[in-house]
């Protein structure tokens, strides 16, 4: 995945007037004007999540070199006054995705210098602890996730040692009992699947593709 590395990133929020969206000292509270509210990760941030059921518990992505920026995933409990970076490995890897279906926190992570640490990691308690996925999913890269009436749709990508994908080992993967074990649906050489989405009507499941050789398209599955 090639991106620019050196991206200077903070989260900013507008404190709307009239509401108390997030607990702030009274004088930086200036209705509807933007306003930094974290550290300043100097990464590029790849996710935001916020916990739907506590506004103030909010995950944030962020990729680049551990010696070159700071990358990881960062939480924060309290709308932002205070944050905490995830544990081992996701406190030193690049976040390439984060998501959040059926109440359980999926994490992308990879590690430059720990190459087998890189995979997908589930927390089940809100971010309080992580584990890794079983396999086929413990050493890929969440691209596209859907969940429909409890099945779940994974686009997936495996990088190699730089960033970058291994146009063989694409593909779409389903779980029927709410992630514990995965099947592939679609080998997908060469196409990354950056979107997904299903006919409920007739249960055809389509894929946004995308290649850094220029086509962009959508294949479909039944």
Same mark, same amino acid.
């Given at each position: ?70 990358? $990881? ?6 709308? %932002?006054? /205070? =944050?905490?970076? *995830?544990? @081992? !490995? #996701? ?27 890189? $995979? ?6 809100? %971010?309080? /602890? =992580?584990?890794? *996925?079983? @396999? !086929? #999913? ?85």
């Amino acid at each position: 995945m090639i991106r620019n590395l050196m991206i200077l990133s903070a989260i900013y929020l507008a404190i709307l007037a009239g509401t108390d969206f997030l607990a702030q000292p009274a004088q930086a509270q200036t209705p509807g004007v933007w306003q930094v509210n974290g550290p300043e990760f100097n990464a590029e941030i790849t996710g935001i999540i916020v916990d739907p059921d506590d506004y103030r518990r909010i995950h944030v992505g962020t990729r680049g070199r551990v010696n070159v920026v700071n990358p $990881g995933l960062f939480r924060t409990l309290n709308g %932002g006054i /205070s =944050w905490s970076i *995830a544990p @081992a !490995p #996701l406190d030193k890897s690049t976040i390439e995705s984060i998501y959040w279906i059926n109440s359980t926190l999926y994490a992308s992570a990879y590690n430059y210098t720990d190459s087998l640490s890189s $995979g997908v990691y589930l927390s089940y308690d809100r %971010g309080d /602890s =992580w584990n890794r *996925a079983a @396999a !086929p #999913l413990h050493d890929k890269i969440l691209t596209a996730m859907l969940d429909v009436n409890g099945v779940l749709y994974a686009g997936v990508v495996t990088l190699n040692n730089e960033e970058e994908e291994v146009r063989s080992a694409l593909g779409v993967f389903r779980s029927i009992d709410g992630g514990n074990s995965w099947e592939q649906l679609l080998d997908l050489d060469g196409l990354m699947v950056t979107r997904l989405a299903v006919d409920t009507s007739t249960g055809r499941l389509f894929a946004g593709t995308s290649t850094y050789m220029g086509y962009n398209g959508v294949v479909s599955y039944l």
